[in-house]
């Protein structure tokens, strides 16, 4: 049963400036999995973007927005092995989500050059 939706729409400039600009934002936003990801990608900006617009989304559809017990940078958005993206969570905020029930997250990227977005479902099983 679907629990819970999520959307979230950013510019990628406002990403950029603050992971390329902002001492210590990239690592409290985004988990080092992501990082090494993002870096090795020619638009690097736009997959931040994204998976930074997935955390937002995510958190709107656990329906409280953040947290305590969760931190952005353990919800974490990685590709699989044929590409689609998913997500996971680490430490302290594995704990409390897994504390809520078993969950399915299904998560949908977007990105242009100026602009990304994200959908995410949440369902209970």
């Not at 989500?97 to 602009?115: D, F, N």
Request: proline content about 2%; some cysteine; aromatic content about 10%.
């Amino acid at each position: 049963m679907i629990t819970g939706l999520g959307i979230d729409l950013i510019e990628v400039e406002r990403v950029a400036y603050r992971v390329g600009k902002k001492e210590g934002f990239r690592e409290l936003v985004f988990s080092t999995s992501e990082i090494e990801y993002c870096e090795s990608k020619a638009n690097k900006y736009e997959h931040y973007a994204a998976r930074f617009a997935a955390k937002e989304a995510f958190f709107k559809a656990m329906g409280t927005g953040w947290v305590n017990g969760t931190a952005f940078h353990e919800v974490q958005v990685l590709n699989n092995e044929i590409g689609r993206p998913e997500i996971s969570f680490l430490g302290t905020t594995a704990e409390t989500i897994a504390s809520m029930g078993p969950l399915r997250v299904t998560v949908s990227l977007s990105h242009l050059k100026t602009i990304a977005s994200a959908v995410v479902i949440i369902e209970s099983i």
